[in-house]
C-alpha cells in the first residue's frame, strides 16, 4: 500500500529535480490569457472617475450627462461617500460602461462631482506629525547597557513607499449569465474570492458566482479581495445586462492598487569592542495611508540583543492605501536593522562577515544562519574581494561587499484536492488554487506524477477556478505546502483505490503494490507487474476520484510541512563616485526552505526576488508632489523598476542537505525578497566609505551622503 | 485620448496647410513615441493629427563630401546604422544609444526626438507646461531633483528631453523647416530651441504650421563624444550629458563646442568650458578644469544641487573620451 509520507530522497524521480515550468511555453508565446486579454461577446468597458483632490469633502456626484452620451450602457457612483471626506487622490467614486474604451473615457471625464477641499497631508518625513499614541517595547535596561558600551552607533534611515506595481494590473471581467455570475479576475485568491462584496453588487449568492483565474501577472500580496474595482465591474455587468471589463489603468494602478509602507528610523546601537551586540535603540515612523502601521520588528532576526527599546510612530498621510507586499513590514524592519548592524561593524572596524557571525547567534537559528552566511561569502569571494568600510584602491569606481540575514515562517495553507484516475489511463487533479507564476500548477503535477509513478506530462492540472475544491489564497508563502500536502494525500488514496481492484488480478494483497516508472508492480518481486494503462482499464467504467485534505497543523505534526526558514544574502556591488550611480556586479542569495518539489521553480522565485529587490534599492520609490498630495510617477517611466542589464549575475544556492530536506515542505514566496535592500545598501556603503542612509540608492543620494562625508 | 481627425497627407505643403495657426489645435506625428503619451493622458487634446508618415522625402540619409543630411522622419536606428553617422559623430551615435530601448529606437524619429515635450512631471501630471497651481510654482516648492540648474529664471524650470539637441549643436548642425506655400527657412541647430516664456510658446523656434524636415551635419573632421550620466541601463532617461567635439592639433584643441543636455529648458551651450579648452592641451587636469567650468553660472533648485556634480564628471569624461577617440 502506498503511504503518503514523503518519499525517501534516493527514491524520488521527479520531487527535487529542476523541472521546467508547465505554463512556461504557453506564457513565452502570448497564448496564455489574463484578465486582460479576456473577451466576452458584447463586453462593455469601464473606466473610473476618481477624486483629484488629496481630501475633500464629497458633496455631489452627477452621472446625467455621461449617462446620455451615445454609447455609454451604465453608470455607477458612491453615495455612500456623499458628505464625506474623499481621502486621497484617485480615490473612487464613480464608474461609467460603455461600448468602447475610448466612450467609456470620455464619459468618465463628463461625470461631474463636486468638492469642498480641506488641508491634506501627504508627508511622512517628518515624526513630529504623528498624532497617535507611539507604540513601544522595552527589554532589560537600556540606559546601563549603553552607559556600559564600548561604542554607541547612531545612525538615521530610510526605506520609502513603494508600490506593487503589478505588470497586470487589478480589475476582472465580470459577466450576469444564467442567473449567475462569472468573474475573470486577477487573483491571487481563487477559492475565496466570491466574497459578499460582489455577491451584494451583483445581486447573486455566493455560491452562484463563478470564479476563473487561469494565469495571473502579479499581485505581491494586493490581490486577495475583489476590491471597489470588483465590485464596481460587477455592479456594471449587472446594470447594462452585458459582460463588463475593468481593469485599473497604469496610474492608477501605482496611485490606489496598493503599496509597500514606508519606514524611517534612527537607531543606536551599543557593542563592546569584539563585536557583542549589548543594546538597541530605535524610534521608527512611517506611513500606510490613512490605515495601516508601522514596521517594527526591530531588531530583526537578531531579536537577542539582551537590551532593546523601540518606539513606533505611525503617521497619517492622504496617500493611496497599503496594502501587504511581499513578506509585509519584514524588508522595512530588515533594511532598519542590518544598516546600523553592518555601521556598527563598521565603527568597530570589524571585518563585517565575522560581525555577523557572531551576530546570529543572537537569532533563533543561529546554526542555519552560521551556515549559510559560510556559503555565501564562498560563492561571492568574500576572502579575496573583501576589505573594511572604504574601498581603499584609487580611481573613481569603488567595490564593495554587504550581507544581510532575513526569516519567515512559510506554513502551508488549508487545501483541498481530488485526484482522479480513469479507466483510460488519464489523471488530473483540480483544488481551487491559482498560479501566480511561482510554478503551481508545476509543483501540483510533481508531486502528484511522482505519487502514481508517472511522468509529468501523464497528469492534467486544473487550477484556477472556486468551482474545484476550496483552496487557501496564495500569501504568505503557504500555497507550496498547502497544495503539494492535499495533492499527495488525494493521489496517494486514489492510487491505493487502484491497488485495491488491481492486486486481486496480481494475485497479491494491495499493500504489497507500489506504483514506479509506469507500472504497478509487487514491491519485493518487481517481475510481478502491470502496466498503468491496463491497471486503469480495471476499472471498468468507473473513474476513482479521492479528495485530499491538507489541516496545516496536522500535517506539520506528522512532518509533511513546517515552518520557519533562514537565508543569507550578499551584495557587491561598484559605485562611481564622481557620478553617483551604484550597480550591482554579484548577488549571491542562499536560501533554505525545507524539502523542495522543484529545484528550478524554486531557484526561480529567489532570482525574481533579487530583480525586484535590485529595484527597490536603487529605483523603486513612489514620489508625491507635497503640496498636491498627487504621485508624481504613476507610470513606468519615472517609476523605475530594474531591467535584466541591471541586475548583475545572480547566483542562487539552495540549502538541500537531509536535515533541511527532514523539515518537509515550507514555502518561499516571501523570504529571498527580504534581505536585498540590506546587503545592496551595506555593500554601497563598504565601497565609497560612507552611508548611504535612505533606498533607493539613486545618484543624487549617494552624492549628497558622499559630499556630507567629504569623501569628494 | 479624445477623438481627433486623423490626415496622412503626402507632401509637406500639405502636411503644413493641414495644420493649425496655434499651438494645441493640430498636432504632428511622426514616430508617435512621445504624442501618443500625450494623447492618451490628455496633455494635449487636438482636433486634428497630421501624420508625416507619408512624405517619403522626409525619410533617409544622404551623404555628401561635406556634410551628411538626414530627413525629419529618419528613424533613430536607422541614424545609428548609418556608416558615414558611425565614422564622423560618434557623439549623435551615444546619444541615441543611450535611450536604451529598441522599440522607442525603431520607431522614434529624429526630427521627433528633436521637437519631443518635456517630460517634467508637473507638465505630465497636467499641471500646465511650468507646473503651476495658481501663482504657485509647484516645481519650485515642490520636488524638482530632475529639473534646471541653468537658465531657471522662470517660469520654465523643465529640462529639454532632446538627447540629440545637445549633439546636433555641438556638432554645428543646420536644421531647415518648411511653412505654408512651401516656403523654407534655415536655423543652426544652437538657435532651434528657445526657452517658453507663456504657455502658449513652445520649446523651438517652429511655428504651430511649420514642419522639421531635414538636418544637416557638416563633416569638419571634429573630434567629437557625448557622455551621459544614466543610472538604469535600459530604457531611461539620463540625469546629466555633455557632449563635446573640438578640432584637435598636436595635441592641442581648437574650434571647441560643449554642450549640456537634461540641465535647462534648451540644450546648454557652455561658454565657459568651450573657452577652457580652445587652444588648450588636452590631458586629464584639463578635463577636470573644464568640467569644473562647465558649472559656472548654475543656480541649482531645493533639490537638484547633485547635478553640478555630474555636469563636472559629464564633461571631464566627454573631453578626454573625445580626445581618445581614433
Ligand atoms: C522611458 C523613455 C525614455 C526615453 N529616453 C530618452 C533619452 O534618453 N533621450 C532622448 O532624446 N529621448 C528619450 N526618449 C524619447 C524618445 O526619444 C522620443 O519619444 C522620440 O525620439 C520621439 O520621436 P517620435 O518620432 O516618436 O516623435 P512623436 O511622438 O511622433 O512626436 C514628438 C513631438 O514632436 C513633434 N514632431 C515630430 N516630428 C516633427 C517634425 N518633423 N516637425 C515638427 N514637429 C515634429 C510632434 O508633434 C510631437 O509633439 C525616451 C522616451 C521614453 C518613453
Redesign the pocket.
Known amino acids: 500500500m502506498a503511504t503518503a509520507k514523503w518519499p525517501a530522497i534516493d527514491k524520488r524521480t521527479l520531487i527535487g529535480k529542476r523541472i521546467d515550468r508547465a505554463d512556461g511555453p504557453v506564457k513565452a508565446a502570448g497564448v496564455a490569457r489574463y484578465s486582460f486579454d479576456i473577451n466576452r461577446p458584447g463586453m462593455l468597458w469601464a473606466k473610473l472617475v476618481v477624486s483629484p483632490h488629496a481630501r475633500a469633502e464629497l458633496v455631489s456626484i452627477d452621472v446625467s450627462e455621461a449617462a446620455s452620451m451615445p454609447g455609454v450602457k451604465a453608470t455607477w457612483k458612491d453615495d455612500s461617500l456623499l458628505g464625506k471626506e474623499v481621502q486621497y487622490i484617485g480615490q473612487i467614486v464613480a464608474a461609467v460602461a460603455a461600448e468602447t474604451e475610448e466612450i467609456a473615457q470620455e464619459a468618465a471625464g463628463k461625470v461631474k462631482a463636486q468638492y469642498k477641499p480641506l488641508a491634506h497631508q501627504a508627508n511622512d518625513r517628518d515624526p513630529t506629525l504623528s498624532k497617535d499614541k507611539p507604540a513601544t517595547r522595552n527589554t532589560g535596561n537600556v540606559d546601563e547597557a549603553f552607559a556600559k558600551a564600548d561604542v554607541k552607533v547612531e545612525g538615521e534611515y530610510g526605506i520609502p513607499v513603494i508600490t506593487h506595481c503589478c505588470l497586470e494590473s487589478h480589475g476582472q471581467v465580470a459577466e450576469l449569465r444564467n442567473d449567475e455570475l462569472h468573474v475573470w479576475p486577477s487573483t491571487q485568491a481563487v477559492s475565496s474570492y466570491a466574497d459578499v462584496s460582489i455577491s451584494d453588487a451583483s445581486g447573486v449568492p455566493r455560491n452562484k458566482i463563478r470564479v476563473d483565474c487561469q494565469y495571473m501577472g502579479g499581485g505581491f500580496g494586493s490581490k486577495f479581495n475583489p476590491g471597489k474595482w470588483g465590485v464596481i465591474s460587477s455592479a456594471l455587468a449587472k446594470q447594462a445586462g452585458r459582460p463588463v471589463k475593468l481593469m485599473l489603468d497604469r496610474d492608477l494602478e501605482l496611485m490606489i492598487a496598493g503599496n509597500r509602507p514606508s519606514a524611517f528610523a534612527k537607531i543606536k546601537v551599543g557593542a563592546m569592542k569584539d563585536g557583542t551586540l549589548t543594546a538597541m535603540e530605535t524610534e521608527v515612523w512611517g506611513t500606510a495611508g490613512m490605515g495601516g502601521g508601522v514596521p517594527q520588528q526591530i531588531p530583526y532576526v537578531i531579536d537577542r540583543i539582551p537590551n532593546v527599546r523601540l518606539t513606533a510612530k505611525r503617521i497619517q498621510t492622504n496617500r493611496g492605501p497599503a496594502a501587504a507586499w511581499r513578506a509585509p513590514n519584514h524588508p522595512q524592519s530588515c533594511f532598519l536593522t542590518m544598516s546600523a548592524l553592518a555601521d556598527t561593524a563598521a565603527a568597530l572596524k570589524m571585518d563585517e562577515l565575522e560581525f555577523f557571525l557572531k551576530a546570529v547567534q543572537l537569532s533563533a537559528r543561529a546554526e542555519v544562519y552560521s551556515e549559510e552566511l559560510r556559503i555565501a561569502a564562498d560563492l561571492i569571494g568574500y576572502k579575496q574581494k573583501a576589505h573594511l568600510r572604504g574601498d581603499p584602491s584609487g580611481g573613481s569606481v569603488k567595490r564593495g561587499l554587504g550581507m544581510s540575514v532575513h526569516t519567515w515562517g512559510g506554513r502551508g495553507h488549508p487545501s483541498e484536492c481530488d485526484v482522479t484516475i480513469n479507466p483510460d489511463g488519464s489523471v488530473e487533479a483540480k483544488l481551487g488554487s491559482q498560479d501566480l507564476g511561482t510554478g503551481n500548477r508545476t509543483v501540483i503535477a510533481i508531486v502528484v506524477a511522482e505519487t502514481l509513478g508517472l511522468p509529468l506530462e501523464a497528469v492534467r492540472i486544473e487550477i484556477g477556478r472556486n468551482a474545484y475544491p476550496t483552496s487557501g489564497g496564495s500569501g504568505g508563502s503557504t500555497t507550496v505546502g498547502g497544495v503539494s500536502t492535499s495533492s499527495r494525500f488525494a493521489a496517494t488514496d486514489a492510487l491505493n483505490a487502484l491497488f485495491a481492484v488491481v492486486a486481486p488480478k496480481m494475485g497479491v494483497q494491495p499493500d504489497a503494490l507500489e506504483a514506479n516508472g509506469g507500472y504497478i508492480r509487487q514491491i519485493d518481486k518487481p517481475d510481478n507487474r502491470i502496466s498503468w494503462r491496463n491497471a486503469c482499464a480495471l476499472l471498468g467504467v468507473n473513474s476513482i476520484t479521492k479528495r485530499g485534505v491538507n489541516v496545516p497543523g496536522e500535517s506539520e505534526k506528522q512532518g509533511f510541512i513546517s515552518q520557519g526558514v533562514g537565508g543569507v544574502q550578499m551584495a557587491d556591488v561598484s559605485v562611481d563616485i564622481e557620478t553617483g550611480v551604484a550597480t550591482i556586479n554579484e548577488m549571491v542569495a542562499v536560501q533554505d526552505c525545507g524539502m523542495i518539489i522543484d529545484l528550478k521553480t524554486a531557484e526561480s522565485q529567489v532570482y525574481g526576488s533579487l530583480i525586484m529587490g535590485v529595484a527597490y534599492a536603487l529605483y523603486e520609490e513612489a514620489i508625491y508632489d507635497l503640496k498636491t498630495g498627487r504621485m508624481l510617477n504613476a507610470d513606468?517611466?519615472f517609476y523605475r523598476l530594474s531591467g535584466l542589464k541591471d541586475v548583475g549575475k545572480l547566483k542562487v544556492h539552495m540549502m538541500t542537505s537531509k536535515a533541511y530536506d527532514d523539515r518537509g515542505i515550507i514555502g518561499l514566496g516571501e523570504p529571498p525578497v527580504i534581505s536585498p535592500g540590506a546587503a545592496i545598501a551595506n555593500a554601497v556603503a563598504n565601497a565609497v566609505g560612507v552611508r548611504v542612509p535612505h533606498l533607493p540608492l539613486t545618484p543624487d543620494r549617494v552624492i549628497a551622503a558622499l559630499q556630507k562625508g567629504g569623501i569628494i | 485620448m479624445k477623438s481627433f481627425e486623423y490626415a496622412i497627407p503626402s507632401s509637406l505643403e500639405e502636411a503644413s496647410s493641414l495644420l493649425a495657426q496655434s499651438w494645441g489645435e493640430t498636432?504632428?506625428?511622426?514616430?508617435?513615441?512621445?504624442?501618443?503619451?500625450?494623447l492618451k493622458q490628455q496633455v494635449?487634446a487636438p482636433k486634428r493629427v497630421v501624420s508625416?508618415r507619408n512624405i517619403s522625402s522626409?525619410k533617409g540619409i544622404t551623404v555628401q563630401r561635406q556634410s551628411v543630411r538626414i530627413g525629419?522622419?529618419t528613424?533613430?536606428a536607422d541614424l545609428t546604422a548609418n556608416s558615414a553617422v558611425k565614422e564622423h559623430f560618434p557623439a549623435l551615435v551615444k546619444?541615441?544609444q543611450?535611450?536604451?530601448?529598441q522599440q522607442?529606437?525603431s520607431?522614434?524619429?529624429?526630427?521627433?526626438?528633436?521637437?519631443?515635450?518635456p517630460?517634467c512631471w508637473y507638465y505630465r501630471n497636467g499641471f500646465g507646461l511650468f507646473g503651476k497651481q495658481g501663482d504657485t510654482s509647484l516645481v519650485l516648492e515642490g520636488d524638482n531633483r530632475y529639473h534646471a540648474i541653468f537658465g531657471n529664471e522662470g517660469p520654465a524650470y523643465f529640462v529639454s528631453?532632446?538627447?540629440?539637441?545637445p549633439a546636433l549643436i555641438a556638432l554645428g548642425a543646420t536644421l531647415k523647416i518648411s511653412g505654408t506655400k512651401g516656403k523654407t527657412r534655415e536655423v543652426a541647430a544652437r538657435e532651434f530651441f528657445r526657452t517658453p516664456k507663456s504657455e502658449s510658446e513652445r520649446e523651438t523656434v517652429?511655428r504651430p504650421n511649420?514642419?522639421?524636415?531635414e538636418i544637416t551635419i557638416p563633416i569638419r573632421g571634429l573630434k567629437n563624444a557625448t557622455y551621459?550620466v544614466?543610472h538604469r541601463q535600459g530604457?531611461?532617461?539620463?540625469y546629466v550629458t555633455a557632449t563635446v567635439s573640438f578640432a584637435l592639433k598636436g595635441g592641442t584643441a581648437s574650434n571647441a563646442s560643449v554642450v549640456l543636455g537634461h540641465v535647462a529648458p534648451v540644450p546648454w551651450p557652455s561658454a565657459a568650458a568651450s573657452k577652457a579648452l580652445n587652444g588648450a592641451r588636452i590631458d586629464a587636469s584639463l578635463a577636470a578644469k573644464c568640467g569644473q567650468a562647465a558649472t559656472e553660472g548654475a543656480k541649482p533648485l531645493s533639490g537638484n544641487a547633485y547635478k553640478l556634480q555630474l555636469v563636472k564628471t559629464a564633461v571631464k569624461r566627454a573631453v578626454l573620451d573625445a580626445a581618445a577617440a581614433a
Open positions: 513606468m517611466e | 498636432e504632428i506625428l511622426a514616430g508617435g513615441t512621445d504624442l501618443v503619451t500625450s494635449t508625416l522626409l525629419a522622419m528613424t533613430l546619444a541615441v543611450g535611450i536604451g530601448s522607442i529606437i520607431a522614434g524619429t529624429v526630427g521627433g526626438d528633436l521637437c519631443q515635450r517630460r528631453a532632446s538627447s540629440l539637441g517652429l511649420e514642419i522639421l524636415f551621459e544614466r530604457l531611461d532617461w539620463p
